[in-house]
Structure formats: structure tokens, C-alpha cells
């Protein structure tokens, strides 16, 4: 159990509606990192927070969103669902931000696109 | 276009023998280094890192090559054992930067034969 919690753990919904997914993080880490996996796909990276602020964007579409909130969980918001948004998205969590951090995954949220 | 490459996507080994999963990679900002493990429907499991300063670092049966001129990594499994029969992903960051996302490969599953 690496200490970062998701929720939901499957969401099944279909195309053109929205979806939120929630990430707790471990307790102390102050960086939450959203991932999607889609299939055949390594990890690609969607965005990073630290301590409230946005610090970095990956490969994110304009459809989709994120926060984190002043306790520290984050929830990713996915709109206007397509088909290929259909994959895992894992959210994991550091201490410092930095390309050093060792970053604990949660167990992922599968959606599916129907 | 695909910054962190492993061009393996299986390996089968031996109960006992040594395991071999590469990486390779292309920008050469990346000077840190990672090697996840995953398990099915579970998140992706941190198991060692090298800096770009170093050229192996070791870890009980885990060992970590890093060779910078030739931008090539490998992780080294002595000796195998079933238990690590998983999807190895290799990833890489710019500590330089101020942003801690890591870039991942596709990952390489392992089988470990008994």
C-alpha cells in the first residue's frame, strides 16, 4: 500500500459527459501528479501540483482539468468524454516537486468510454 | 516522438538466472533516473533510481546501470524469481528543472519461468 488513495477505482460513462476523479495523497507530500495509461501506452504525463499551485503540464488536453485543493487531495476533471479517453489514470504523490522525488502511485482509475 | 525508449516489450527468464531489461533515452537533459515495477490492477511501484553521476547503483538483488554516452540504462535481476514476473517501466527527469514529472518508457514484461 503505497499510501495514495483514488477514487473511483472503475468508472464506466459514456461519450460527451464529464467525469471527476479524487486523489488523496500521502500523508506529508505536498506534490500530486496525475498520469494517463492508456492502452499499449507507457505512463504519460497529464499535470503536476505543489502545494495548491499548478507547476507543470504534460501532454493534457484542453478538456481536461485539475486542482488541488488547501488539504492537499486533488481531483482531475475530464469533459466532453471521447472513446480514446479511455485508459487508467494513476495519480501519484512526492514530497518535493522535483525531479528527484520518488513518487508513490495510487492504484489508478480505470474509465471507460462507452 | 518518444524520449525514453524500451525496446523490449517482454523477457522470459528462468527461475534463478539473471534478468536484463533495458532502457534507452534521448534528451540529454534526463541526469536521474527511475525503474518502476507494476503489478496488475495495482499502481506502479518506485524499486531504484540512479543520478547521472553515477554509473551503477545496487540494491539487494537490483542493480542499475547507467551508461551516459551511450544515453543507455539496464536493470540487472540477480537472481530471478517468480515473484517478479511484472511490467518493469523504465523513467527519466531534468532535476535541473522545477518540475518533478517524469517521462516514462513502455515497460517490459518480465515472466520469471519456475
Known amino acids: 500500500d503505497s499510501g495514495v488513495t483514488q477514487t473511483p477505482k472503475h468508472l464506466i460513462t459514456a461519450t460527451g459527459q464529464r467525469v471527476t476523479l479524487r486523489c488523496s495523497p500521502r500523508s506529508g507530500d505536498l506534490s500530486v501528479y496525475w498520469y494517463q495509461q492508456s492502452l499499449d501506452q507507457g505512463l504519460q504525463f497529464l499535470i503536476q501540483?505543489?502545494?495548491?499551485?499548478?507547476?507543470a503540464k504534460g501532454n493534457i488536453l484542453e478538456r481536461f482539468s485539475a486542482q488541488q485543493f488547501p488539504d492537499l487531495h486533488s481531483e482531475l476533471n475530464l469533459s466532453s468524454l471521447e472513446l480514446g479517453d479511455s485508459a487508467l489514470y494513476f495519480c501519484?504523490?512526492?514530497?518535493?516537486?522535483?525531479?528527484?522525488?520518488?513518487?508513490?502511485f495510487g492504484p489508478g482509475t480505470r474509465l471507460t468510454v462507452l | 516522438d518518444q524520449q525514453v525508449k524500451q525496446n523490449s516489450p517482454s523477457l522470459s527468464v528462468q527461475e534463478g538466472r539473471i534478468s536484463i531489461l533495458n532502457c534507452d533515452y534521448t534528451?540529454?537533459?534526463?541526469?536521474?533516473f527511475l525503474w518502476y515495477k507494476k503489478y496488475p490492477a495495482e499502481g506502479p511501484t518506485f524499486l531504484i533510481s540512479?543520478?547521472?553521476?553515477?554509473d551503477k547503483n545496487e540494491d539487494g538483488r537490483f542493480t542499475v546501470f547507467l551508461n551516459k554516452s551511450a544515453k543507455h540504462l539496464s536493470l540487472h535481476i540477480v537472481p530471478s524469481q517468480p515473484g517478479d514476473s511484472a511490467v518493469y517501466f523504465c523513467a527519466a527527469s531534468d532535476i535541473g528543472g522545477s518540475q518533478g514529472n517524469l517521462i516514462f518508457g513502455k515497460g517490459t514484461k518480465l515472466s520469471v519461468k519456475p
Open positions: 534528451n540529454s537533459m534526463f541526469d536521474y
Open positions: 501540483y505543489y502545494n495548491g499551485e499548478e507547476r
Open positions: 540512479i543520478s547521472s553521476i553515477k
Open positions: 501519484a504523490s512526492g514530497k518535493g516537486g522535483r525531479g528527484t522525488d520518488t513518487q508513490y
